[in-house]
């Protein structure tokens, strides 16, 4: 596996508020790091920073091996940098092919036919083809969760920032996303902020809890979710050891 994101000692104040904290992690192609922490524990704070959308005051941002720290966030996007929202926001008088097709001629940079071919692979991939002259407005929630995937997916990324997809979805509902989003994992490095704890201990090969903006621990997902320290912080769980 060959290392996409390397991210070494980040730091990001607003006045007196740290919401990163000297952080330090690293993903590879193939790989999904599942990221957990409380309210303001700064998890966006990160998918911010490391799109680019906020500049950091300190440490280094490689992406497949280019320094990206000082780039905007349009042009890490052209690197290879895409964000899938909670809330997915299609334009929804569009259809679910042409809301894909603005991802792959803007995101992408593809035009015509290149552009066409590009936005109908993604939306087969995501599960969507059935559904792809609808009206994105018309799209239950999975669906418009697909649509988010394929827009995201649309411009050929490398990092795939996934933030909060599962939010809002059924228990059924998240096991299909589940299992799109493990379908995705060969080919890109995914890093996935869920509240929802047991779609990442499904998918993810790692998870890190952050509090405070600083990481807490790092591991498999067992071993974070069962540590004292994340039962004590995140779940709100004392046990008798930690007591
Ligand atoms: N632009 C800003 N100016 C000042 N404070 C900010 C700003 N953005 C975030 N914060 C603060 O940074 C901290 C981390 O927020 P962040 O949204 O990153 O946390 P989070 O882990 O994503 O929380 P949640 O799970 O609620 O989405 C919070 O205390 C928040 O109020």
Redesign the pocket.
């Known amino acids: 596996m060959s290392e996409i994101l390397n991210v070494q000692n980040l730091r990001k104040s607003?006045?007196s508020?740290t919401?990163v904290d000297d952080l330090s992690f690293k993903v590879e192609k193939g790989e999904c790091l599942g990221v957990i922490?409380?309210?303001?524990?700064?998890?966006?704070?990160?998918f911010?920073v490391i799109d680019g959308g906020?500049v950091v005051d300190g440490g280094r941002i490689t992406l497949d091996g280019e320094d990206v720290t000082r780039l905007p966030r349009h042009k890490r996007a052209h690197k290879g940098i895409a964000r899938a929202y909670q809330v997915p926001q299609p334009f929804p008088d569009l259809t679910v092919f042409e809301n894909v097709l603005v991802a792959s001629t803007f995101a992408a940079g593809l035009s015509g036919h290149e552009a066409e071919v590009g936005a109908l692979d993604v939306i087969r991939r995501v599960g969507l083809n059935e559904r792809r002259r609808d009206r994105a407005g018309s799209l239950r929630l999975l669906d418009r969760k697909r649509l988010e995937l394929a827009k995201a997916l649309a411009a050929s990324p490398k990092l795939l920032l996934l933030d909060?997809v599962a939010g809002g979805l059924t228990e059924a509902e998240v096991d299909v996303l589940v299992e799109l989003v493990k379908s995705l994992k060969p080919h890109y490095a995914i890093i996935w902020?869920e509240?929802v704890a047991h779609a990442l201990a499904a998918t993810a090969d790692r998870l890190m809890a952050?509090h405070y903006?600083r990481k807490l621990i790092e591991g498999t997902p067992d071993q974070v979710l069962k540590s004292p320290e994340v039962r004590a912080i995140y779940l709100g769980i004392v046990d008798d050891a930690t007591a």
């Open positions: 607003y006045g508020i919401v922490g409380p309210n303001g524990a700064g998890k966006t704070s990160l911010n906020v909060e902020i509240h952050l903006g």
